[in-house]
């Protein structure tokens, strides 16, 4: 029998759905459970914060910001869904998969800190570096509203909040989701551009979307199949997990527009946001910069390994 090459395995889908109890069922149900049920539990703080304050009115209308209340507050009222989300995955996983939780993130002993940390880093400068770039082409468009004591407040709130939020996503989509239909598809580019496009169109409800048009969703898009690209380039999550983190916790500090889906105290507010086909394509460029930086640090897999066929045990 002619030996396969090690470096074209996934072993973070393959070793995931070795341990513990993973039928299909199992992945669905977990899907429900932990998304439906931890986005009516974590709202249930926001219902009763308006009934409290006598804003039922809001509530009809489908408002989500909740006014008289302050940004840091609201931001934390739209965190706990995602909390919820997360410790009810860690649940599931624990009690109806019977695996280790970290099975959803590597298939490793350990999670490797050094990564999520090079990547968070990495993703933290690119995006320093061209916010100054953006800053000294335009600086009337920044508008200067640091407030020290709100500032350490929300740094306090999103470093762990944002942290649950954005590893919960990254654990839903390249993790459960991609173990998921792993089980049932040979070919590792199928699950990568499901799970993209469904990352994508999961955020169809933010306001930018209602503020730039439904084109905007191909930026969500490609974040995802950069995600998805180099966690399983990597056989991990560590690398996208620490990305995602990085990118939203820049948002929530340091920038805030009228139709971010993100309002909080941050150091800037801007006064107009630029999206157009050239921004879209600058933020390809950006994720292919990302993806070869980690690449030159830790070699990643060959692309092939995307297109090439895995052997699959017949799933139940």
Same mark, same amino acid.
């Given at each position: ?25 199992? *992945?669905? $149900?977990?899907?429900? @459970? %932990?998304? +439906?049920?931890?986005?009516? #539990?974590?709202? /249930? &703080? ?77 993703w933290m400068f690119i995006l320093v570096v ?11 468009? *920044?508008? $200067?509203?640091?407030? @020290? %004591?709100? +500032?350490?407040?929300?740094? #306090?709130?999103? /470093? &762990? ?95 805030? *527009? ?37 690449h030159l640090r830790y070699p990643l897999k ?15």
């Amino acid at each position: 029998m002619e030996k396969r090459n090690q470096d074209l395995e996934s072993h973070f889908i393959k070793e995931g759905n070795k341990i513990g109890r993973n039928e299909g069922w199992r *992945y669905f $149900l977990g899907l429900l @459970f %932990s998304m +439906f049920l931890g986005q009516v #539990l974590g709202i /249930i &703080p926001y219902f009763i914060t308006l009934s409290s304050l006598g804003r039922r009115a809001d509530l009809l209308a489908g408002e989500m910001t909740i006014p008289g209340i302050g940004s840091n507050w609201n931001f934390l009222l739209m965190m706990l869904p995602f909390m919820c989300s997360f410790f009810l995955l860690y649940i599931y996983i624990k009690r109806v998969h019977k695996r280790p939780f970290r099975s959803v993130i590597t298939p490793f002993r350990k999670l490797d800190y050094a990564k999520f940390l090079y990547a968070f880093g990495v993703w933290m400068f690119i995006l320093v570096v061209f916010e100054l770039i953006y800053y000294a082409g335009n600086p009337g468009n *920044y508008i $200067l509203q640091f407030n @020290f %004591s709100k +500032f350490a407040f929300l740094l #306090l709130l999103s /470093i &762990p909040a944002l942290l649950i939020q954005t590893s919960y996503e990254e654990l839903i989509f390249r993790g459960y989701g991609m173990q998921w239909l792993g089980r049932y598809m040979p070919y590792r580019i199928v699950p990568l551009l499901i799970t993209s496009i469904c990352f994508g169109l999961m955020h169809m409800s933010n306001p930018e979307v209602a503020a730039f048009g439904p084109l905007i969703i191909i930026d969500y898009i490609v974040v995802g199949l950069a995600l998805g690209l180099v966690s399983l380039l990597s056989d991990s999550l560590e690398f996208a997990m620490g990305l995602h983190f990085a990118n939203n916790l820049f948002a929530a500090l340091f920038l805030s *527009y009228d139709s971010s889906a993100l309002q909080t105290d941050a150091v800037f507010r801007l006064k107009e946001v630029n999206f157009s086909p050239n921004t879209q394509l600058l933020g390809v460029c950006v994720a292919i910069i990302f993806i070869l930086v980690i690449h030159l640090r830790y070699p990643l897999k060959p692309l092939r390994m995307l297109w090439t066929k895995d052997e699959l045990k017949t799933p139940s």
